[in-house]
């Protein structure tokens, strides 16, 4: 904070030491700076609320690296104090890569010393002339492979990609704008029965007619590839960004039959599929698995020994469960580098759907000796058939293990399985546990609970006629503050707002 203080002292004429204060009231001192240091003051203070708040568990978070954005820094203070804004900026936060616009007067300002650390911008299409291409076209009569949906690679496109190309015929993936006349085959695949993929769907079946063929589980569940094609070897080359990760299953199938899930019914019982050496290979190991209940198979002690011995890295994408976690497995997943979907840090996967056995999850999480400085996700959902009490006291829970953070994932209906619990949603003293929930913070991944905020906040506003204004000031609290006001105008959403306006 010596920079900070030293900035209040020289810039503002504010004693520093005064600030420390616990009877400090700001409202005076701040209505007598003049509009300069009032304009001064407001990106610092911002400043440290944000790594104050992104980093609590830190003493110094300033130097921590980062980026940030600032428009115009040089509007903030007065051209006298212009070079010695930005070197206090930059000894602020040493580590920060900032990216910055500015006036050109003010651009031939900036000191030598931090004109050495510039790095260079590429030029944009409008600062040269643009060349004209001719569209892409396709090879002729090629075999047209469509995800529909989904954010990771589909492994049953990369299958009928490998089969198709061993046939000889050129194979074109497309995500959005799959219309092409001279396609001679068109398969697409869709894993969910969201309005979005539906609408493409019906789309892509007025355009090509009998000639698409369709399948995944956001269809029909009992659909499957030909037993030649599972076989064979998911197709690489038709995702390059997976670069040197490997994809598939071990095992599918669970136990459990979950209202809300389909895997009983698609895949049914757990059973072996591959080895995980049949899945990776010299070039390929960090693998991302996508097995549905990988530790309730009866060999997945095995499993995982196995890939422990190959010293892999491995996204256990579809979590963990960890009613099936012992002792041996617990040691054997500490000795396996469990990582994110990009394999950029480490991280762990569990899901927590509902509010049994939480004395036994901590009894287990403790097996894996997990402390504040790692990264466990729990999947929670919700809309399904959780009140807001349930929803608040498994946000609780998680909070109170080390290391652990919550993924808020919103049921969306398959098969027309609707929320049990949707009438009865809100019991009890709702404003006091809406106070409670924004209170609760965890250090990453807030944007799932920001999403969570604003499905309550609508159907709160539906119940009451009213905002629950302590969850509308938290979900705009870094995000989107300039919608704020139409938001609250339109009673989040649920009304028109100025000339027919709504907010989401």
């Known amino acids: 904070?010596?920079?900070?203080?030293?900035?209040?002292?020289?810039?503002?004429?504010?004693?520093?030491?005064?600030?420390?204060?616990?009877?400090?009231?700001?409202?005076?001192?701040?209505?007598?700076?003049?509009?300069?240091?009032?304009?001064?003051?407001?990106?610092?203070?911002d400043i440290c609320r944000h790594l104050y708040e992104t980093f609590p568990k830190t003493a110094n978070p300033f130097p921590m690296p980062g980026v940030m954005l600032f428009h115009r820094p040089d509007l903030f203070c007065t051209d006298k104090r212009f070079v010695s804004w930005i070197h206090f900026l930059d000894s602020l936060l040493p580590n920060f890569?900032?990216?910055?616009?500015?006036?050109?007067?003010?651009?031939?300002?900036?000191?030598?010393?931090?004109?050495?650390?510039?790095?260079?911008?590429?030029k944009t299409e409008g600062d040269s002339k643009r060349i004209r291409r001719k569209p892409a076209r396709l090879p002729?009569?090629?075999?047209?492979?469509?995800?529909?949906?989904?954010?990771?690679?589909?492994?049953?496109?990369?299958?009928?990609?490998?089969?198709h190309k061993e046939q000889g015929k050129e194979v074109i993936l497309k995500r959005r704008g799959a219309f092409y006349r001279n396609a001679e085959r068109v398969y697409a695949s869709t894993i969910f029965n969201f309005g979005s993929s539906v609408q493409y769907l019906q789309q892509l079946r007025k355009y090509y007619g009998d000639a698409l063929q369709v399948g995944g589980s956001g269809v029909?569940?009992?659909?499957?590839?030909?037993?030649?094609?599972?076989?064979?070897?998911?197709?690489?080359?038709?995702?390059?960004?997976?670069?040197?990760?490997?994809?598939?299953?071990?095992?599918?199938?669970?136990?459990?039959?979950?209202?809300?899930?389909?895997?009983?019914?698609?895949?049914?019982?757990?059973?072996?599929?591959?080895?995980?050496?049949?899945?990776?290979?010299?070039?390929?190991?960090?693998?991302?698995?996508?097995?549905?209940?990988?530790?309730?198979?009866?060999?997945?002690?095995?499993?995982?020994?196995?890939?422990?011995?190959?010293?892999?890295?491995?996204?256990?994408?579809?979590?963990?469960?960890m009613r099936?976690?012992?002792?041996?497995?617990?040691?054997?997943?500490?000795?396996?580098?469990?990582?994110?979907?990009?394999?950029?840090?480490?991280?762990?996967?569990?899901?927590?759907?509902?509010?049994?056995?939480?004395?036994?999850?901590?009894?287990?999480y403790q097996m894996l000796g997990f402390t504040y400085r790692d990264n466990v996700e729990f999947i929670c959902m919700y809309g399904f058939n959780t009140t807001l009490a349930q929803d608040l006291e498994r946000i609780r829970f998680l909070r109170s293990l080390p290391g652990a953070y919550v993924f808020m994932q919103e049921y969306k209906p398959v098969n027309n399985i609707v929320s049990s619990h949707d009438g009865q949603f809100f019991e009890g003293d709702v404003d006091r546990m809406l106070d409670e929930l924004v209170r609760i913070v965890f250090t990453q991944n807030m944007k799932s609970m920001e999403k969570y905020y604003k499905w309550i906040s609508r159907k709160y506003a539906q119940r009451y006629n009213r905002l629950h204004h302590g969850l509308v000031d938290t979900i705009f609290k870094y995000n989107n503050r300039s919608q704020k006001g139409l938001y609250i105008a339109t009673l989040a959403g649920t009304r028109n707002g100025p000339a027919g306006s709504k907010a989401g």
Request: with cysteine.
């Open 97 to 122: 890569q900032f990216i910055i616009t500015l006036a050109d007067r003010n651009a031939e300002k900036i000191p030598p010393a931090i004109t050495k650390k510039r790095l260079p911008i590429g």
């Open 140 to 163: 002729t009569k090629p075999v047209l492979l469509v995800q529909v949906d989904g954010k990771l690679p589909n492994l049953a496109l990369m299958k009928l990609s490998r089969y």
């Open 1 to 45: 904070m010596t920079e900070v203080n030293q900035f209040f002292n020289t810039c503002l004429g504010i004693d520093p030491m005064f600030l420390h204060s616990p009877d400090l009231e700001l409202h005076p001192i701040w209505r007598k700076l003049s509009p300069w240091r009032q304009r001064m003051a407001i990106p610092v203070i």
């Open 324 to 364: 099936y976690l012992n002792q041996a497995k617990a040691e054997l997943l500490k000795k396996i580098d469990c990582m994110n979907t990009k394999f950029t840090r480490p991280n762990h996967y569990f899901s927590l759907n509902d509010n049994k056995r939480f004395k036994t999850i901590r009894q287990k």
């Open 220 to 321: 029909d569940l009992s659909l499957r590839l030909p037993k030649k094609i599972e076989r064979m070897p998911a197709d690489y080359t038709l995702y390059p960004e997976l670069e040197d990760r490997a994809i598939g299953f071990v095992t599918r199938g669970c136990p459990h039959r979950c209202p809300f899930c389909i895997v009983p019914e698609k895949e049914g019982h757990p059973r072996k599929v591959n080895s995980i050496r049949s899945l990776v290979d010299k070039n390929r190991k960090k693998v991302i698995l996508l097995d549905d209940n990988l530790l309730s198979h009866p060999e997945a002690t095995d499993i995982l020994k196995e890939i422990a011995s190959l010293n892999l890295k491995v996204n256990f994408t579809q979590s963990l469960d």
